[in-house]
């Protein structure tokens, strides 16, 4: 590594100069913008559902989900507070939807996941079609598409949302639209998009193409029987166990432009190997429990706890019973600017 450049008085007279003008010498912070490896202030840190849960219903007495748009608790990584960032490019948060409520059509051109974690049968329709949602469900808003989320369930219901706020921010690319009612028309029969994609076929006729897949329910009673199935080949990969990830059917690429989204099967007893990545993640457990060591942070999780693993830190995941765990990260951007890059050690 460049040590740090000599200080003497006649630069720091010329840098003082300078910085009148808006310019600043590169030998003076070169360091700190080239590192030899990720710096990042995002650290690793678990938040306990019990906890959210407790919180979210709070929230649920403070303000209608109408009132506020979205009822929705921001899971800011401690490293990076009040910037409403989980790691340095993803957001995440945890909405609540009471029954008889809707949260109000609007569009962006940020990207949301939904993964659900509690309740049953409350929908969110996209771009003219309705789906409704169960727990493990992975449910896909793309940019630009109208959405809006009802309960008309008798219990509450929570999920877990991740958007690329912070990268869409960094891009000042950031646009919304409000419809002005409180549901969208509905165009299209529930099921369709799974239906006409969802079936390893696809519809001939007129191309669709687009960035995001047209698939935005992908239910979790097929992901789970899919990592059932595959465990009976007892093909373990020694970094992930099973796992899978979700994609657009058209091209095969991941499901989202900017979010790449998972599901993994790690068996009772396992202990993962060393592994990282230059995609900082964010963990959704769905059953099982275990415990993770990020970096030098150990975290102990069990269902619907969620976790987040900064850029390049080594994780280690290890399970006391049979665990599924959703995850997301900004995969997809990093691979097509061609500067995604993992360890898996020796494994
Ligand atoms: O459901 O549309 O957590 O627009 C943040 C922004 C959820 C949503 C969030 C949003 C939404």
């Known amino acids: 590594m460049q040590s740090q450049v000599q200080d003497t008085p006649e630069r720091r007279a010329f840098y003082e100069k300078i910085d009148k003008c808006n310019m600043t010498a590169l030998w003076t912070v070169m360091s700190a913008l080239i590192t030899p490896e990720p710096k990042s202030g995002c650290v690793p840190f678990l938040w306990k559902f019990s906890e959210i849960r407790e919180a979210m219903l709070e929230a649920g007495k403070l303000i209608t989900a109408k009132e506020a748009e979205r009822r929705v608790l921001i899971l800011e990584n401690p490293g990076l507070r009040g910037q409403s960032r989980v790691t340095t490019s993803l957001y995440a948060g945890v909405q609540l939807v009471i029954p008889g409520e809707v949260a109000p059509a609007h569009r962006h051109s940020q990207s949301a996941l939904r993964f659900v974690m509690e309740g049953s049968g ?20 793309p940019s630009q598409a109208w959405h809006d989320h009802g309960n008309m369930s008798d219990k509450p219901m929570f999920w877990l949302d991740g958007l690329d706020i912070p990268l ?31 079936a ?55 499901a989202m432009p900017t979010m790449g989204t998972f599901l993994q099967l790690l068996p009772k007893g396992f202990t993962s190997a060393r592994y990282r990545s230059t995609d900082a993640t ?19 999780w069990g269902p619907k706890d969620i ?16 665990a599924v765990i959703f995850s997301y990260s900004d995969q997809p951007v990093q691979q097509k600017l061609g500067i995604w890059r993992e360890d898996r050690g020796n494994a």
């Open 282 to 300: 964010v963990f959704s457990v769905v059953e099982g429990r275990g415990r993770s060591r990020i970096g030098d942070v150990s975290v102990e």
């Open 122 to 141: 409350a929908y969110t329709a996209v771009n003219g079609e309705k789906t409704r949602m169960e727990v493990g469900d992975f449910v896909i808003t």
């Open 307 to 322: 976790f987040v693993a900064p850029s390049w830190k080594p994780i280690v995941h290890v399970t006391t019973e049979d």
């Open 200 to 254: 390893n076929m696809m519809p001939v006729g007129r191309a669709r193409g687009g960035a995001t897949s047209p698939i935005f329910n992908y239910p979790y009673s097929r992901s789970r029987e899919a990592l059932e199935r595959m465990r009976l080949s007892g093909e373990w990969d020694p970094c992930h166990g099973l796992k899978m990830r979700y994609i657009n059917p058209e091209t095969g690429d991941h």
């Open 168 to 198: 869409v921010q960094f891009l000042d690319a950031s646009f919304v639209e409000h419809l002005g009612q409180d549901e969208q028309p509905i165009a299209r029969p529930e099921g369709d998009a799974l239906a006409r994609y969802g």
